[in-house]
C-alpha cells in the first residue's frame, strides 16, 4: 500500500525526513511545505534528483495560518512537523481538523505537554498525535523502551547523545547540525530526571564525566542538559529508579560554554547598550553561528548510548545499545539529520500504516520498539547490543 505524507518544515531535519519516507515509507506522494518558496523548492529538486523521479512536491505555508495548515495536511495519510517547537501545538490542533496522524520533532517539554493535552480530542478523531520524535528527545527514548523490555526488572536507565564534528574544529571544537536556538536552550534552564525512584531537576551544564566511543570519537565529555528526557521521568516513574540523559561533546567544550554563560551571554533578560535594548542570547547566536558552521567540511558523526540495567529470571543483567553514524558523502545528509530526521521518519510510516495507538502519547508510551527497530535496520544505521549477565559468568568460570 502506497501513502500520503506530508512534511512542514524544508530544512536540514525536515529534507532527511522526507527522503527517508521517500525511500522506506512506502510513499506516493510527499508534500515538503516551507514558509519560504525558495527553499521548498530547492529541497524537493534536490530529493527528486536524489531519487530520480518526481515523488516530492515543494509547497508553501505559513503554520500560523491555522486554515492552510489545515487544508495542507487533510489529504495525508501521515504528516511530520519539522518546524521550531513553538509551532507545534498549532499544528496539532490543526491536525486534528485535518483527522491527519502527525509527529513533531519535539525538544521542549511545556509544548511538548500542550500536544499531549489534546489526547482525548485525538482519539476522538481517530489520529495519532506523537511528539519528541527526533534524536533526544526521540530515538534514545524509543532504544531505551526497547532495552527495559528486554529484561524483567529494569532499574536504571542511562543515555549519551551527541552530533560532532569528525574532527573538533573553530573556537568551541563543535560544529553547529541543527538551529542554534536549539543548542542554547539545551544548555540552560534545568534537564529532569528519575534518581532513587524520584523525580528531580539537575542544572544544564553541571555533573561532567568521561565516556569513551570506538574510533573515530574516542574519549569525550558528557555533561547533563535540558529537555532530553522530556516526559520519561513521569512515564517510568514507578518502574525504574534512575532515568537519566547527558550530552556528549569533544574534551574543553563544556569550560568553554561554562564561561560563556558564566558572562551572561545564554540570558533572555534584555540589557541595555548604549540606549538600546537587546537580548544576550539573540546576540551570541548572530555572532557565533556562523563561526560554528563550516561548509567546507560537512562531516559529522552522531554518537548514542542507552544502557539499562536490571535483572532478567533472577540474575542481574545490563543491555548496552550503541549506535554511530556518520555522514554520507553520496547524499550529503549529516549523522544528524539522518538520526533525527529518520526517526521522524519512521514513526510517521508506523502512523500510516496504522501501528500507533490513536490519541496525543508520548513517544515512549506510542512507538512499539519492536516494530520501530526491525524498520529503523532497514536503513542501514546498525545498532549494536551487548548483554552482560555477572552472576552468570562468574559460574561459568567457576
Known amino acids: 500500500m502506497a501513502f500520503r505524507y506530508a512534511v512542514i518544515g524544508a530544512g536540514m531535519q525536515g529534507t532527511a525526513a522526507a527522503y527517508d519516507l521517500a525511500r522506506f515509507g512506502d510513499a506516493a506522494e510527499i508534500r515538503l511545505a516551507d514558509q519560504d518558496p525558495i527553499r521548498a523548492e530547492r529541497a524537493a529538486a534536490r530529493l527528486n534528483r536524489l531519487l530520480g523521479r518526481p515523488l516530492v512536491q515543494p509547497a508553501v505555508l505559513d503554520v500560523r495560518d491555522e486554515e492552510a495548515a489545515v487544508a495542507f495536511l487533510r489529504t495525508a495519510d501521515a504528516a511530520i512537523s519539522a518546524v521550531p517547537y513553538r509551532f507545534n501545538p498549532l499544528l496539532a490542533r490543526a491536525a486534528l481538523r485535518a483527522r491527519t496522524s502527525l509527529c513533531d520533532l519535539g525538544g521542549h517539554l511545556p509544548t511538548t505537554r500542550e500536544v499531549l493535552a489534546l489526547d482525548e480530542a485525538a482519539r476522538e478523531a481517530g489520529i495519532s498525535l506523537i511528539p519528541d520524535c527526533g534524536l533526544m528527545p526521540g530515538l534514545g527514548n524509543t532504544l531505551a523502551v526497547y532495552a527495559m523490555r528486554r529484561m524483567d526488572q529494569p532499574r536504571h536507565v542511562r543515555i549519551w547523545c551527541g552530533g560532532l564534528p569528525q574532527r573538533p574544529?573553530?573556537?568551541?571544537?563543535?560544529?553547529?547540525?541543527?538551529?542554534?536556538?536549539?543548542?542554547?536552550?539545551?544548555?540552560?534552564?534545568?534537564?529532569?530526571?528519575?534518581?532513587?525512584?524520584?523525580?528531580?531537576?539537575?542544572?544544564?551544564?553541571?555533573?561532567?564525566?568521561?565516556?569513551?566511543?570506538?574510533?573515530?570519537?574516542?574519549?569525550?565529555?558528557?555533561?547533563?542538559?535540558?529537555?532530553?528526557?522530556?516526559?520519561?521521568?513521569?512515564?517510568?516513574?514507578?518502574?525504574?529508579?534512575?532515568?537519566?540523559?547527558?550530552?556528549v561533546r569533544y574534551p574543553g567544550h563544556l569550560e568553554r560554554i561554562r564561561l560563556l554563560a558564566e558572562l551572561g551571554f545564554l540570558e533572555t533578560e534584555p540589557v541595555e547598550v548604549d540606549g538600546v535594548r537587546v537580548i544576550p542570547r539573540e546576540v551570541f547566536h548572530r555572532l557565533v553561528e556562523p563561526r560554528l558552521q563550516f561548509p567546507e567540511d560537512p562531516a559529522d558523526v552522531v554518537v548514542l548510548r542507552v544502557t539499562c540495567e536490571g535483572s532478567h529470571r533472577g540474575e542481574p543483567m545490563t543491555l548496552t545499545l550503541d549506535l554511530m553514524d556518520f555522514y554520507d558523502p553520496e547524499t550529503g545528509f549529516t549523522a544528524m539529520e539522518r538520526t533525527t530526521g529518520g526517526h521522524a521518519a519512521v514513526v510517521a510510516t508506523m502512523m500510516?500504516?496504522?501501528?500507533?495507538?490513536?490519541?496525543?502519547?508520548?513517544?515512549?508510551?506510542?512507538?512499539?520498539?519492536?516494530?520501530?527497530?526491525?524498520?529503523?535496520?532497514?536503513?542501514?544505521?546498525?545498532?549494536?547490543?551487548?548483554?552482560?549477565?555477572?552472576?552468570?559468568?562468574?559460574?561459568?568460570?567457576a
Open 169 to 247: 574544529k573553530g573556537p568551541l571544537g563543535y560544529q553547529l547540525f541543527f538551529h542554534i536556538a536549539g543548542l542554547t536552550a539545551e544548555y540552560t534552564g534545568k534537564a529532569v530526571f528519575l534518581r532513587q525512584g524520584r523525580i528531580v531537576e539537575v542544572e544544564a551544564l553541571s555533573e561532567p564525566e568521561t565516556v569513551t566511543f570506538p574510533p573515530p570519537v574516542g574519549t569525550c565529555e558528557a555533561f547533563v542538559t535540558s529537555g532530553g528526557t522530556s516526559t520519561c521521568p513521569w512515564s517510568f516513574q514507578g518502574i525504574l529508579e534512575t532515568y537519566e540523559e547527558k550530552t
Open 352 to 397: 500510516a500504516r496504522g501501528q500507533t495507538p490513536k490519541g496525543a502519547l508520548p513517544v515512549e508510551r506510542a512507538v512499539d520498539p519492536e516494530i520501530f527497530l526491525a524498520e529503523w535496520l532497514r536503513r542501514g544505521i546498525p545498532i549494536r547490543e551487548t548483554v552482560q549477565r555477572p552472576l552468570q559468568l562468574v559460574r561459568e568460570a
